[in-house]
């Protein structure tokens, strides 16, 4: 619903897949409320469709413990690690949410 509300404030991307290379499911597409999305969450889909850093952006994390590693670093730690997805593309701990 805040999607289909505020699409200009939050974007809602779903990636699906085993591998990063994976090719969409059967019928698997964009609605008016997400963006579908098959592969891997990696600095190229976060590019294409985060909000780019700033003061008001803010960006959830959720999945799988090799996900977070790739993203931002392990759930339970509070800050962004160096080297990770979004540390690169000039993040801040301040910017990102883990789930």
């Not at 999607?3 to 964009?30: C, F, I, M, N």
Request: overall charge negative.
């Amino acid at each position: 619903e805040l999607a289909r509300h505020y699409p200009h404030r939050l974007t809602l991307v779903h990636v699906v897949g085993a591998s990063a290379e994976d090719k969409p499911p059967l019928g698997w597409q964009t609605t008016d409320t997400f963006i579908a999305e098959s592969g891997w969450i990696d600095e190229a889909k976060v590019s294409r469709h985060a909000f780019p850093p700033s003061h008001d952006t803010l960006v959830f994390v959720c999945g799988l413990p090799a996900m977070y590693a790739s993203l931002c670093g392990p759930r339970e730690d509070k800050v962004l690690r160096d080297g990770t997805v979004l540390a690169r593309l000039g993040y801040r701990s301040d910017n990102v949410c883990k789930l």
